[in-house]
């Protein structure tokens, strides 16, 4: 087949695609850009004179779990490495969500949906729905580089720095675009492609993340959230990793394209296995079970990974020295105590957001399963409606408390192994874990709440998740009310290991909320249309 | 006679373990409306998406409008339309937005779009969400009938249709073939197979089991015979291709062609006292085949309702 052919029709599915996400796109472009640009602002508002910058970020370098998470701040004296530090790679990491979702969306979850057939039945080559998803994405990839760049000068920043950071941006969008090309080439299910994604993405994530903590070079430069703060924006910056992202982009995009032409429409390279010809499946609970069972047992093991990765790296967060800065930094973040409890108390409080999101996207399910009609035959057999509201809801809270355990055993085993205190560690940090629950619950509960009252409201659970983790990381700088920053539950949530748990005032409220949320959810459910 | 629109020699589509398409033939001449027809998972979609090029075979030969289906999709394409029996859309897109998109895509002009969404009473202006199986169905049947395709693949078009828009969809597929379309319908109404269909290829396990005209088909088939005769009939002169039950002084069952001779004589001989013979209808003919691969050696129940469902062929 020539490669004219295979590309034809490229021109109008990317009309299509724009046609389709010109309002997501939109939001998203402005959202990030005026998330970063705002934020910059705030750090430079915040810290007017040059010193107390650069004592923050001094005390951000010495602690491991700060550099662990965001990565290190290359040029202490620079305003804007410090303005940028929890943006680069962990907002990053959040903005390449947006690309993962393009590129699925205008591949695999098209041949899924059966749209494919219709739109390979015209004039268009077997290869124009990939090039067209991949011109987009990369297209935006771009644009996003340029606008945050472009706004970040506007805040005042260097022209350089603002464009490196903005390169950088632009590289792990490429990145993530080409991953997720690849990828959809392998599975016919959009879902398995979503999570194949998200567990390379994370598992390129956590490389830079021990790289960075323990110092390690070649465990940085293995993932592109490394090339991506190697780009030193604002710290002298270093535009060769561009290379990098380039070349990654162009292996990625040539790789799915040879795989897309070695497969059949709608099919996956790795083939299906069959399963079971008899059905064991007794009612709605054991029908939920069976239908997250192979996405729960993966984000277990996946916790419970980062958890012994983590785990083992804390002990080298004492190997930092504790000037004054650092214990201001660490009574912030992790409440006082020892350095390698700070550590794993910040690790944990980040965990609650991943077990949160867990939790939502059970609720989510149930909307998609409601609008794609097959709740539909579950209340027609016979389940009424508070019971699956109830399986829905309970499995979600249970679950997301559940993956917290993981994380705790992971971090307890391997932090207890580096101690030679295994049962006791193993306690205590699996207690610190679950501990958090309180606030997961609070963001499931919410979401359950939404899809009570109103099916397609379940996203919002997505919203108030984004939301608090947003507010939670810039609040403060942003000088926004306290009421909105104590809006998110996550600042509520003891410090543990640090800390002991304690019911508070703030927890009480927050549990009796969460009563509130669920069971008015469920009245809401038993009286609003299904479907 | 010119080349066959659709030329389909031995083709073989394995997936995994399972053969899909075993050896199938399929040709279509130019200008006819072909019935494809055969029990589910026969193969019928699998050839469809074989001929749009969606899906490589792993042997035999396929030519679409003389170009091969794979290498020259497109080109392909730009010729023909296509209505799959599960439409699904873009949610946020408006049956119409769709229209108009899937005719630019293929390169066509919109012909009698606004004619044929008046026809089908379907209303363009909602979002593809909203839309019913139905008239999910009504959306690609426009643009595929739109725009003057010479080659219609038609995928069970109607599921989902109520009945007077498959009469609408029968009126604008018989305006078509007026104009020289030629059409592939694949299809499990059988009078919407009877109405629009000059020939017809029954498959069965990815074989091609029956071609012709259904006229030919029914002469393949065998006759129903019921006689009652004043003594006890001798069926040993009646030759292999009958499939006769004899008790007493009644002869029920089965014969084809040649052996109805035999039949007769030995019925002759018996003294007839009432004799029934009956062609099959079309949708006993079919039921046949599915269920046994060929209208030979197949025990047919000879039902007390026979000749109810159906009258006599047209043809």
Not at chain 2, 191 to 207: A, F, M, N, P, Q
Request: net charge neutral; with cysteine; aromatic share 6%.
């Amino acid at each position: 087949m020539t490669a004219a052919h295979g590309l034809a029709g490229t021109a109008g599915l990317l009309r299509l695609a724009m046609r389709r996400d010109r309002v997501m796109v939109a939001g998203w472009l402005a959202a990030l850009v005026l998330t970063t640009a705002s934020s910059a602002k705030a750090t430079i508002d915040l810290y007017g004179d040059a010193a107390a910058g650069v004592a923050a970020a001094h005390a951000v370098n010495t602690n491991a779990a700060l550099v662990a998470m965001y990565g290190p701040i290359f040029d202490e004296r620079s305003m804007g490495s410090l303005a940028i530090f929890k943006l680069v790679l962990l907002f990053g990491a959040l903005m390449t969500i947006l690309f993962v979702v393009l590129v699925r969306r205008h591949t695999r979850l098209e041949e899924e949906s059966g749209r494919a057939d219709l739109v390979s039945a015209t004039a268009t080559g077997p290869q124009a729905p990939l090039a067209a998803a991949i011109v987009q994405a990369g297209g935006l990839a771009l644009l996003l580089g340029v606008l945050v760049a472009l706004g970040n000068i506007a805040t005042g920043l260097p022209t350089a720095g603002s464009f490196a950071f903005g390169m950088a941006w632009a590289g792990l969008a490429l990145f993530a675009t080409a991953l997720t090309a690849v990828i959809a080439q392998l599975f016919s299910s959009a879902r398995t492609v979503a999570g194949m994604v998200a567990t390379v993405m994370a598992t390129l994530y956590v490389a830079r993340a021990a790289g960075d903590a323990t110092d390690t070079a070649w465990l940085v430069w293995l993932s592109p959230f490394g090339w991506a703060s190697r780009m030193r924006a604002y710290a002298g910056e270093q535009w060769w990793p561009m290379a990098l992202f380039a070349l990654a982009f162009a292996v990625g995009v040539a790789l799915s394209f040879w795989l897309r032409s070695r497969r059949d429409l709608g099919d996956g390279l790795i083939a299906a296995r069959p399963g079971s010809p008899t059905g064991t499946l007794t009612g709605y609970g054991s029908l939920v079970l069976r239908l997250h069972r192979p996405g729960l047992v993966g984000w277990c093991l996946g916790l419970f990974a980062l958890g012994a990765v983590l785990g083992s790296i804390a002990p080298s967060a004492a190997q930092f020295a504790g000037s004054t800065e650092v214990q201001d930094m660490l009574k912030r973040m992790g409440g006082s105590g020892l350095l390698k409890d700070a550590f794993l108390a910040i690790e944990t409080s980040f965990m609650a957001v991943a077990a949160a999101a867990y939790g939502v996207s059970v609720v989510n399910r149930a909307h998609t399963e409601e609008v794609s009609g097959r709740l539909e035959n579950v209340l027609a057999g016979g389940v009424s409606r508070i019971r699956l509201y109830a399986w829905v809801v309970g499995f979600a809270l249970v679950s997301s408390t559940a993956l917290l355990a993981c994380f705790g055993l992971g971090t307890g085993l391997a932090f207890g192994r580096a101690e030679s205190d295994v049962a006791d560690q193993t306690g205590r940090l699996l207690a610190a874990a679950v501990g958090q629950s309180p606030a997961t619950w609070a963001i499931v509960a919410l979401s359950a709440l939404a899809f009570g009252v109103r099916s397609s409201w379940a996203p919002v659970g997505w919203v108030f998740l984004v939301g608090s983790v947003v507010v939670g990381q810039i609040g403060e700088l942003l000088d926004l009310p306290s009421w909105v920053i104590k809006a998110s539950p996550f600042a509520h949530m003891p410090k543990m290991p640090v800390e002991q748990f304690e019911v508070t005032g703030a927890i009480s409220v927050i549990v009796g909320l969460c009563v509130v949320a669920v069971v008015g959810g469920a009245l809401a459910f038993r009286r609003r249309d299904v479907g | 006679m010119s080349t066959p629109v659709i030329n389909v020699r031995g083709l073989v589509k394995t997936f995994g373990r399972t053969r899909a398409l075993d050896g199938l033939d399929l040709t279509v001449e130019k200008g006819e409306v072909h019935g494809f027809l055969g029990p589910n998972g026969a193969g019928k979609s699998t050839t469809i998406r074989a001929l749009l090029g969606q899906i490589g075979v792993n042997a035999g030969t396929a030519s679409v409008l003389d170009l091969d289906p794979w290498s020259d999709a497109v080109a392909i394409h730009r010729r023909m339309a296509y209505v799959p029996g599960d439409v699904s859309l873009w949610p946020n897109l408006t049956g119409g937005e769709v229209i108009d998109m899937l005719l630019r895509m293929r390169g066509a002009s919109a012909g009698d779009r606004d004619a044929l969404v008046e026809r089908f009473d379907l209303d363009p202006s909602k979002k593809g969400r909203t839309y019913s199986k139905g008239n999910r169905q009504k959306v690609a049947l426009v643009a595929a009938l739109a725009g003057s395709p010479e080659l219609l693949l038609l995928d069970e078009p109607t599921s989902g249709l109520d009945p007077l828009m498959e009469d609408t969809f029968r009126e604008c597929v018989r305006e078509r073939v007026a104009d020289g379309c030629t059409v592939l319908l694949s299809s499990h109404i059988l009078s919407e197979v009877e109405h629009l269909c000059d020939r017809v290829t029954i498959i069965k396990s990815g074989k091609t089991v029956e071609t012709g005209s259904l006229a030919q088909l029914r002469h393949l088939s065998r006759i129903r015979v019921h006689a009652v005769t004043s003594s006890p009939v001798d069926l040993s002169g009646v030759p292999g291709g009958a499939d006769l039950a004899a008790t007493d002084t009644t002869v029920e069952g089965t014969v084809d062609g040649e052996a109805l001779t035999a039949l007769a004589t030995a019925l002759g001989r018996a003294g007839l006292v009432s004799l029934e013979t009956r062609q099959p209808s079309l949708e006993e003919l079919f039921r046949d085949v599915y269920a046994h691969g060929s209208f030979e050696g197949s025990p047919v129940e000879v039902a007390g309702a026979a000749g109810r469902h159906r009258s006599e062929p047209t043809s």
